[in-house]
């Protein structure tokens, strides 16, 4: 690191000093963490990403000012790799490094090591750019103004600023700035292109006029997806929707959006009585997550939850069928479907894709992971029970794909052809994305002419119930297995076993949260009051095992 570099660093640097007594993780999806005291880590991983572009040969990097689900006086930040994917997993103790060093003389020390190590040129000889954006927490603009500022002391380093977009209209930006070729990239071609492909799915439904299917309320988590959600309802003149949580009143994340409904299965704030009977659907906070639910009638705010994992089960299913019409054993390339989920997916699920016969595949909780397994296929279909996913394409089956649409001489293969391009250009391949992956879900609806009730009916959840538990340091939580098993601290795995064989069809597990200060339990078993009882007893042990008293 030359002179010139190693004094601007350690001017900006200085400015920034990091919070006393508080050591910050990458985790499941970036640094989260009080905004108050997130100043100087947003500083430092705004250096990481421009040091991340230079690595990579002057590639766009995107960093985004979020903390997604949790609570709106939280805040956090992740970076974007040349793909549009997460950060790749390792720089992650780099991030952590970094984000941790005591003092501005360590940070630069860390800094020079690491470019010296990766071989990163840190001498103004090259440039790099990093792409801002930010959901709408208040907290937001500060925060990316100090990324600029920790991008800004990289020398030849810009940081551009794209103001308050999705998180995956971020990582779709980046993308298509680096792999599509198209350098001026922005939420404007997002909004085209899936707008376009969503038209297009439309347009191929054969019988169209007997598939109405009926009015669709969404949930916006008084967040980012309201304003952007509307872009798309103008755009594609969809007068059946009704927006509603877009943020004008109601606190974001507070009683409603994605990871309220999924988890504590009740309706949003804003839904009642009224609604029983409509599609509705729920958003998180800065829109990479999507659930369905109908309210049950005179069921006290409880509803039916159309999950993550029902999700993947509609798109495999229309992705199986599309598949069917094109292919057939005499063909040479067969493509190959895989599906991944977590521990968190329902028995069911499972169960119903591998009767699909579908090859299903389990990583740990964070997309990162299940977004790598799924590279591993022709088409690679991942989700979240939470709602987080989508369907990767690979190459071949894409150059596959375009060769059959101009080549295929049956209309009926020609048209399979062209939705599946469809869906490759309307699904968000960079990352899970509530907003394309709600259009898919309503142009699959529409184009089966299926109700929510219908699609609900493709198997039967097992009753399931997932808890938090406030421990004294959830890192001493140790798992393994893709996260069934926990190995430390010693004797809890043989204590909630014992527990859980007590229960028909009983599963349970814990782990650590990546990002929130908890451990999360999930129980399943034959009922719902078992499932309860189940995740009660477990969270108590964990309690036990690692609660506050411990030590104390
Ligand atoms: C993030 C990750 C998801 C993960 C979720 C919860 O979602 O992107 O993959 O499922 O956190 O993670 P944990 O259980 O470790 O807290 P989001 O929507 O908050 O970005």
Redesign the pocket.
């Known amino acids: 690191m030359n002179e010139q570099q190693q004094s601007l660093l350690v001017q900006s640097a200085s400015r920034f000093p990091p919070p006393q007594g508080i050591k910050l993780s990458y985790?499941?999806?970036g640094f989260r963490a009080d905004a108050s005291i997130l100043q100087s880590t947003v500083f430092r991983i705004g250096i990481l990403a421009a040091l991340r572009s230079l690595k990579t040969g002057g590639a766009v990097i995107g960093l985004m000012i979020t903390a997604?689900?949790?609570k709106v006086s939280d805040n956090g930040v992740k970076v974007a790799d040349p793909a549009g994917e997460m950060l790749t997993q390792d720089w992650e103790p780099f991030a952590d490094s970094v984000a941790n060093a005591p003092d501005p003389e360590s940070l630069i020390q860390l800094i020079a090591d690491f470019a010296k190590k990766e071989d990163i040129p840190l001498n103004g000889s090259k440039g790099a750019t990093v792409l801002l954006g930010r959901d709408t927490r208040p907290s937001g603009e500060s925060l990316v103004e100090a990324a600029k500022q920790g991008i800004c002391s990289v020398i030849g380093a810009v940081g551009i600023d794209i103001g308050v977009v999705t998180t995956p209209q971020l990582h779709w930006i980046v993308r298509a700035r680096n792999k599509d070729s198209k350098p001026s990239a922005s939420e404007l071609d997002y909004f085209d292109q899936v707008s376009t492909s969503f038209r297009c799915l439309i347009d191929l439904i054969p019988n169209k006029s007997q598939h109405g299917i009926g009015k669709l309320i969404v949930d916006c988590a008084n967040g980012v997806g309201g304003e952007k959600l509307q872009v798309l309802k103008q755009k594609l003149n969809w007068s059946d929707v009704e927006i509603r949580n877009s943020g004008e009143q109601g606190v974001l994340n507070e009683q409603v959006g994605a990871d309220y409904v999924q988890k504590d299965k009740v309706a949003p704030q804003g839904f009642g009585p009224p609604d029983v009977g409509v599609r509705c659907a729920s958003l998180?906070g800065?829109a990479?997550?999507l659930v369905y639910f109908t309210i049950i009638p005179n069921g006290n705010n409880r509803i039916n939850l159309v999950d993550g994992d029902k999700i993947l089960s509609l798109f495999a299913l229309f992705i199986k069928d599309q598949l069917s019409i094109l292919t057939d054993y005499t063909n040479e390339y067969q493509p190959r479907v895989g599906v991944v989920q977590t521990a968190y997916a329902n028995g069911a699920s499972t169960k119903y894709l591998n009767q699909l016969g579908l090859h299903v595949i389990f990583t740990p909780?964070?997309?990162k992971y299940l977004h790598e397994k799924a590279h591993e296929f022709d088409i690679g279909i991942y989700f979240?029970a939470?709602g987080?996913g989508t369907i990767l394409f690979s190459n071949r089956f894409l150059r596959w794909l375009e060769d059959k649409k101009s080549t295929e001489k049956s209309l009926e293969k020609q048209n399979a052809a062209m939705r599946l391009w469809a869906v490759s250009k309307l699904i968000n391949q960079a990352v899970g994305d509530a907003l394309s992956g709600l259009l898919l879900v309503e142009a699959i609806l529409q184009h089966m002419g299926w109700s929510v009730e219908k699609w609900n009916e493709l198997y039967h959840d097992l009753p399931s119930r997932q808890l938090k538990v406030k421990v004294a340091d959830r890192t001493a939580v140790v798992t393994t297995n893709a996260e069934t098993i926990v190995e430390k601290p010693p004797g809890i795995q043989e204590a909630i076993t014992a527990l859980t064989v007590k229960y028909p069809q009983g599963r349970c597990f814990v782990r650590p949260?990546?990002?929130?200060d908890v451990v999360?339990v999930y129980a399943e078993a034959r009922t719902q009051e078992a499932a309860d009882e189940l995740a009660t007893s477990v969270a108590k042990l964990v309690d036990q095992f690692l609660g506050f008293h411990v030590g104390m």
């Open positions: 985790g499941t999806a997604s689900h949790n998180d800065d990479d997550r909780t964070g997309v979240e939470n987080h949260s990546g990002t929130e999360r």
